[in-house]
């Protein structure tokens, strides 16, 4: 059993979302783990298994059609499932940082158009940061939106985004100088925006291009990507919160639950070299 799993006082509905997930990982997803792994392949049928179990919308709020539930039945979740196979947890963690992004900073007509597809896992998330000079230091990103009108234009080069190809639904930080001339330093100068895009490889939407994916020496099966904006349109309200200048503190917000999901994974590894 994992580590989270011991977790004193458990109520019943989580040990009976966790009962399920320990099942769907037994059946479903230790059989096939090692094969897909080695095989670099997508793993399409886990993830539509997931997607029935309601995991992709486990702490969306219900009237959204999630589930409702917490950051610790969450990070038990991510546990199990690391258990099986660590590549899923990563398949999920993106999706639910875009999400709680949506749910924490988005405006209410954002959550109503956002919020119940995430659910179901019809739109499935990426989020992107890095770009191919900068990671760490998040401010040091160059890839910028100038308002032309009702629209902003994209464009630049971003880096290593975790299902970038499988997603279809993608916050990406960018700079948004002319907005925000009047904040104090750099931070203040970015906005995230939620772009919707087809699945796939190749331009995913006009402006938009996902190259293809990164070859990677582990962590195989979940798609990691670069993303290429050239002269991407999209409509102002699809800044995140609605309004320029926030991007940063959204997106460092987004990363911290994704750390809650790597330290959940890291934990639900462990579990499984030890059965
Ligand atoms: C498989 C994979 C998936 C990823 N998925 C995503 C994703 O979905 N979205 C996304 O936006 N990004 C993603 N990333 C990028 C990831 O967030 C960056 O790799 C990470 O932020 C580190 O940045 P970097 O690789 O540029 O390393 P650097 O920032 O260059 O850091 C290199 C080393 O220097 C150290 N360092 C950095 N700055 C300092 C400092 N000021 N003082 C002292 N030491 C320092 C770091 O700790 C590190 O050890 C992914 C990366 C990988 C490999």
Redesign the pocket.
Known sequence: MGRLAQTEGLTDVQQEILAAVHEFVENEIIPVAQDLEHADEYPAAIVEGMKAMGIFGLMIPEEYGGLGESLLTYALCVEEIARGWMSVS?IVN?HFIVSYMIMQHGTPEQKANYLPRLATGELRG?????EPH?????AAIKSKAVRDGEEFVLDGQ???????GTSSLVAVLVRTDDENPDAKNGYGKMSTFLIEKSPGFGEVRPGLNIPGKIE?MG?KGVD?TEMIMTGLRLPAETILGGAAGRGFYQMMDGVEVGRVNVAARACGWRSGLSN
Do not use: E, H, R
């Open positions: 990563g993106t990426a989020f992107s940061m890095s900068c990671g760490s230091d998040v971003k880096m290593w985004l975790t299902n970038g990677k962590y990691t």
